[in-house]
């Protein structure tokens, strides 16, 4: 079985920083894109960040120049480094990725759990 399992989120000030986490484990064959969706109270969940494997990255406009995503390929790793955050960001924060399992000749979609990023005073 695969798991994405995130860590990282938390409460912090408007303008603070946060640095998320997400490892994927199991029997793992490949994976190519990784990325961060978050949703918000009574909003729907929208992309964040996304990292292809070779590292491109594309970010939704209101987290470019404060989030940068990354990844560890050898940890089966990605990050959010998130600067700069607002009040607007408060969010449950999901990481996304496709896995290929050993035997498998396809890519499956996976989530972790989620993580609750707030910013407040």
């Known amino acids: 079985q695969v798991q994405l399992v995130e860590s990282g989120g938390g409460l912090v000030q408007p303008g603070g920083s946060l640095r998320l986490s997400c490892a994927a484990s199991g029997s793992i064959f490949s994976i190519n894109a990784m990325a961060w969706y978050r949703q918000a109270p009574g909003k729907q969940r929208e992309l964040v960040a996304r990292?292809?494997?070779?590292?491109?990255?594309n970010y939704a406009y209101p987290v470019k120049g404060r989030f940068t995503i990354s990844r560890d390929n050898a940890k089966n790793t990605v990050y959010l480094q998130m600067n700069s955050l607002k009040p607007e960001d408060t969010a449950v924060y999901s990481c996304?990725?496709?896995?290929?399992?050993?035997?498998?000749?396809?890519?499956?979609?996976?989530w972790g759990q989620g993580t609750q990023v707030t910013v407040s005073s």
């Open positions: 996304n990725a496709a896995i290929r399992e050993n035997g498998r000749p396809y890519y499956n979609e996976y």
């Open positions: 990292i292809t494997r070779g590292g491109s990255t």
